[in-house]
């Protein structure tokens, strides 16, 4: 894969696809801010900058070396079409307080107006296109919208990991018109995860939760092949359970799910909880009750798993090399039912090995936990990075190569 050595960028215009798919937050009648973005009912402020921060390494790397760039991101899903809500402005507003330099929004994402507004550009400065998901040809990899985003620069750099499981004119496509890299961040990612799978430090441990097994059946068949131990939490375990024999109450716990784990049985050192803690419903004024083993009454569901088999994942996170999590181990989101992640939280931030959180859900709890600075690395991409631990060739990753 190329990165940032392989190119010349000095006092050349570089096209910089990053992940900025950040939360927003709408602050109605609240005045202007730094940061935000006024609109018509209010101001709109990034609550969670994670991913902006993520960036800075490479966008100051390349300044530093005379480049100017024209940054490339996409906010939520507007289905093709301008919407205002969705615009990059409080984006922009907020990556020009951290670089501590302002950073201009085009007025569009191609088009002769922003071209103008590339070629402007002097040595060092920012200019960031509005919404790519603006155009229909972005999820659609359109050729035209491509070269479009070519014309803007001279050089490419891909350094959304986020977004590099998509092949869409500005991950996959423009690739293919100009000189490219992997930024800093994107080659961490790869280098990262794909090191758990060619070389991990040993023991390797597997600590995988969330709703579906169906969901997440290729992360599970591929540590469950190559990992030393596969610990199961989260409502992933009921179809476990259900396919054992025991029953599972009002668990969420689904037909497929139940098949998709009776093909896993057996198949690896796949480890299921042996307590549980549960709810009379999914709230956080449920009826709670603890319960030493696995079998859930009717009219009861499991919403965690219980304090020994919390004190098991994190023993065994303690004694392994390498450990990869990825998904809660319960409904951390409800505080009664958050102390399974939590010690599994915990024990990933104290624990001596190699320690990867594949983003989503996962990084959620850390960051509730105040934690998120204490694992080895923390993914900015959830779906890349499962599709990456799953074998399947990412286009965003490809196209660099």
């Known amino acids: 894969m190329r990165t940032l050595g392989d190119l010349d960028v000095a006092g050349k215009r570089v096209l910089v696809r990053v992940d900025f798919n950040v939360p927003l937050k709408e602050e109605s009648g609240a005045g202007p801010a730094g940061g935000s973005h006024v609109t018509a009912s209010g101001t709109r402020t990034v609550t969670d900058d994670t991913r902006i921060r ?47 330099d302002p950073v201009s929004l085009a007025p569009g994402v191609v088009g002769p107006e922003v071209q103008r507004a590339a070629e402007g550009l002097r040595e060092g400065e920012v200019l960031m296109l509005e919404n790519v998901r603006f155009e229909a040809g972005e999820t659609a990899n359109d050729p035209d919208l491509a070269r479009g985003l070519a014309a803007l620069a001279d050089a490419y750099v891909n350094d959304a990991f986020g977004a590099a499981h998509r092949a869409h004119a500005s991950t996959e ?36 939760g969330g709703a579906k097994v169906t969901d997440k059946i290729g992360v599970l068949e591929t540590f469950l092949g190559q990992a030393d131990s596969v610990l199961i939490g989260g409502a992933m375990c009921f179809p476990f359970l259900s396919a054992q024999g025991h029953s599972v109450g009002d668990s969420l716990c689904a037909d497929e799910d139940v098949e998709a784990a009776r093909g896993l049985l057996g198949r690896g050192p ?54 990869f999590w990825n998904g809660p181990m319960g409904a951390f989101e409800l505080e009664p039912f958050a102390a399974g992640t939590r010690t ?21 709890a850390l960051a509730r936990f105040g934690l998120a600075d204490r694992v080895t690395h923390l993914s900015t991409g959830g779906g890349a990075s499962l599709e990456l631990i799953e074998g399947r060739e990412l286009p965003g990753v490809e196209a660099l190569r």
């Open 54 to 100: 993520a960036a800075l390494p490479t966008l100051e790397a390349l300044r530093e070396q005379g480049a100017q760039l024209v940054l490339v991101a996409h906010l939520g899903r507007p289905e093709g079409e301008h919407d205002p809500a969705l615009s990059l402005a409080p984006v922009c507003a907020r990556l020009g307080e951290l670089l501590e």
């Open 173 to 208: 496509g423009v690739a293919h018109l100009l000189p490219c890299a992997a930024g800093l961040l994107l080659q961490r990612e790869v280098e990262t995860l794909e090191t758990i799978l060619r070389e991990p430090a040993r023991p390797l441990v597997a600590v995988v």
């Open 270 to 323: 796949l480890a299921l909880p042996d307590d549980l803690v549960l709810g009379d419903r999914f709230a956080a004024e449920a009826q709670i009750r603890q319960l030493d083993g696995v079998d859930v009454p009717d009219g009861w569901m499991g919403l965690d798993i219980g304090a020994r088999s919390a004190r098991t994942y994190g023993q065994r996170i303690a004694e392994a090399g390498t450990t």
């Open 344 to 364: 599994v939280a915990e024990a990933m931030a104290a624990a001596p090995g190699t320690t990867v959180v594949g983003g989503g859900d996962s990084a959620a």
